[in-house]
């Protein structure tokens, strides 16, 4: 059994900073690509930044040189430095684990994801 299990969430002022973690946990082979998505209040989950098992990442433009995706492959856990954060980056975040290769399987995982709330 794989579980994804995000941390790191909570609240903080305008222009400051979180760190969020995401470890993916259980019999795990490899996993390819860790995602983070958000979702606002009323508005659809988008993709946040993207980092591959090679470590190629990826950002969407509205989170480019604030945002870094890092990741540690021994531990299967992701991170997402969020800096100057701005009252539109909250959301609740989550993590995504594509690509898992458990025993005899390869499926993607969700998880539950954290709070994020930037105060103005």
């Known amino acids: 059994q794989v579980q994804v299990v995000e941390s790191g969430g909570g609240l903080v002022q305008a222009g400051g900073s979180l760190r969020l973690s995401c470890a993916a946990s259980?019999?795990?082979?490899?996993?390819?690509?860790m995602d983070w998505y958000r979702q606002a209040p009323e508005k659809q989950r988008e993709l946040v930044a993207r980092i591959t098992s090679g470590g190629s990442t990826n950002y969407a433009d509205s989170v480019k040189g604030r945002f870094t995706i890092s990741r540690d492959n021994a531990k299967n856990t992701v991170y997402l430095q969020m800096n100057n954060l701005k009252p539109e980056d909250t959301a609740v975040y989550y993590c995504?684990?594509?690509?898992?290769?458990?025993?005899?399987?390869?499926?993607?995982?969700w998880g539950k994801g954290t709070l994020v709330t930037v105060s103005s």
């Open positions: 995504y684990a594509g690509g898992v290769v458990s025993g005899f399987t390869t499926r993607d995982y």
């Open positions: 259980g019999r795990i082979f490899s996993i390819n690509f």
